[in-house]
């Protein structure tokens, strides 16, 4: 089965095209376009280094949060439209599922965050061994002070991965000296986790694919917090 994944939940982009776990080629880039200058262009780049056209793609894969609110907008909006075009089915993902992926071949404990801003993260553990990737927590936002306390219960060596790593390990490695930050070449999200977790995902039609926020949008929470004040005055 050919897939082509998508992430755009952060700051980075990639696309990733993946013939069953065969990885066949994967674009990355992190230079601060925005998503909507650079994702289409990775499409187009990864199918044709590949070989291949949309009508090749047998499912579309994309990371549908937690993340940027407008970063998984696009991603989504994206592989939608990819889907639809070709008539094929898509899968959505858990970012942080996915950031789990770049620890493979290693034993230990991946803690995926994920940078959500005020001191904040979105976080889930997952047990990472030689060719498995197993959920320990389900995907939250939580205070990186609050983050301490799920760390304290793990047994195994915890490694810190994704774009929140390196906030998380300077707040925390102090008062959790055996706490690890993962390389960063395999520290940000990318398309091909996404890929590798989408196995054994049921597949939807592109207009029944949601998106998970976790919390709601800043502008939102400014309107709630702007219509409490009101009604309490």
């Keep these: 089965m050919k897939i082509l994944a998508i992430d755009s939940s952060a700051c980075a982009a990639s696309v990733a095209i993946m013939d069953n776990e065969k990885l066949l080629s994967e674009f990355y880039l992190n230079v601060g376009l925005t998503h909507s ?81 005020c001191e904040q993260v979105y976080t889930a553990m997952f047990s990472v061994d030689m060719d498995s990737v197993c959920r320990i927590t389900q995907d939250s936002a939580m205070k990186i002070s609050e983050l301490s306390e799920q760390i304290n219960k793990c047994s195994q060596p915890v490694v810190l991965v994704g774009d929140g790593a390196q906030i ?5 490695s102090a008062q959790l000296p055996e706490l690890r930050l993962a390389p960063e070449g395999n520290r940000y999200q990318r398309a ?40 309490k005055s």
């Design 168 to 172: 998380c390990y300077d707040t925390l």
């Design 37 to 117: 200058q650079t994702l289409m262009p990775l499409v187009s780049s990864a199918l044709e280094c590949a070989g291949l056209s949309c009508t090749n793609i047998d499912l579309f894969v994309v990371t549908n949060g937690p993340g940027s609110f407008t970063g998984v907008r696009i991603g989504v909006a994206a592989i939608k439209g990819l889907a639809q075009a070709v008539n094929r089915k898509c899968v959505g993902v858990s970012t942080l599922e996915a950031i789990a992926y770049n620890l493979l071949g290693t034993e230990c404990i991946a803690c995926c965050v994920m940078d959500a801003r």
């Design 192 to 231: 091909s986790g996404a890929a590798l977790a989408s196995k054994g995902v049921d597949a939807v039609n592109f207009h029944n694919l949601g998106i998970n926020y976790l919390r709601l949008p800043q502008a939102e929470r400014e309107l709630k917090k702007l219509l409490k004040s009101n009604y």
